[in-house]
């Protein structure tokens, strides 16, 4: 049995060497392929039970398997939409013929890039039709709470640039100097206006006029203002109605010391909190930062000059979606033409304990096998699972030289697997010539 062992070892020699050589070939023709995982080829050797004084060959066994958790570099690209994974973790993606699905079934599959672009109906997908999935958000742009141990709640992420959106005014924050000279006796006691805009629920622009009227004592000096707020879209009734005291103590004067509110007048309390006070305007409430007590901050009282620093507002007028970005994070932004930034979708990153038990489909793309183990879907970022990148692609994980060196000695391993099998020829021929 020693020499067809040897024959049949020669044989799984050759087979093993072949398997290799295929993966090697995979390696570097994929060379230049986005996010692809390098091949390989590992050998085992088999063992049969030896007798005594003779060997018999075993020959050779080859397992193949594709290097899925290792990682290409980074590029960086032109698309805001190009993205790939910084570390760990991979993207949820489905197939564009799944859109079609009359049943609603869009199974989930992973990838580590992919350059997603808007198509004619507005999905992001890839020019191989793989389609972006993630987490609609709300209309406020934060993300409900979906499961993290599974795929439902995911959908192909879509970009509607036609839409129009606008976002009301919420909060505003004043900073304005009123002249203290104005609060002494004998002043004239006019009153100092200002306007601010803001947006109400369906993107209309309308404006909030603020009165400063000075208190003017028969002698000294009062520091005290009272402040009347109006909306522009419900009259000239005021919203809100205040009596502001300001500080003249060294070395906090002129900063915010009281704000009262009388009885049945219009707006909500000062909150010394947060230094703010809440008034309805068209459309709903609308706080407004004046400033802490004591802090030089908001409104102040100094010298005999009224400043006003450009209002520090939310909200935006009604525009439309000019683009489109993905941030750290997996937030998928809507970019509008009015300055609106809006999160509309939330791209998870995918994490399974053994990457490369995944089973490899064409594409760069995998699924889920019980060898993978369970998924889990992070945040971007979150626990083991790196960073998503925009404008960027993953390369191959093929080293060409290395799969050159490999080429060679699989090459050798080859011939001199061919040269065993002829030499065992060679000898069962001088064998059977021992019979003649």
Known sequence: MTIPSSLNAGVAGLSVNASRLATISDNIANSGTFGYKRAVADFQSLVISQGQGSYSAGGVRVTTGRMIDQRGNMITTENPTDLAIGGRGMLPVTSATALDDSSGSMPAMLTTTGSFRPDAEGYLRTDDSLVLMGWPANPDGTIPNFPRDSFVGLEPVRINTSQLSGDPTTQMELSVNLPATSTKAGASGDALTMSAEYFDNLGTSENIEITFTPTVPGSGTSHEW???IRDSATGATPIGEYTLTFD???????????????????????????????????????????GLLGDPS???????????????????????????????????????????????????????????GLISLSKQVYQVSPDSGSFFLWNAGDGPVGDMIGFAREQSTTDVAGEMTQLIQTQRAYSSNAKVIQTVDEMLQETTNIKR
Do not use: C
């Not at 009885?263 to 407004?288: F, H, R």
């Not at 000059?305 to 997996?330: C, H, L, M, Q």
């Open 226 to 228: 009272v402040m009347e």
């Open 248 to 290: 003249d103590t060294r070395g906090n004067g002129g900063n915010l010391d009281a704000v009262a509110q009388a009885m049945g007048a219009a707006g909500g309390a000062y909150d010394p909190a947060t230094g703010s006070v809440t008034v309805n305007v068209n459309g709903g409430p609308l706080e407004i930062s004046i």
């Open 298 to 356: 908001g409104l102040t009282q100094l010298s005999d000059t009224f400043a006003r620093s450009p209002v520090v507002k939310n909200g935006s007028p009604v525009g439309s979606v000019d683009s489109v970005e993905v941030d750290a994070n997996g937030s998928v932004n809507a970019i509008y033409d009015s300055g609106l930034t809006r999160s509309i979708y939330q791209i998870p990153v995918v994490d399974v304990p053994n990457p490369n």
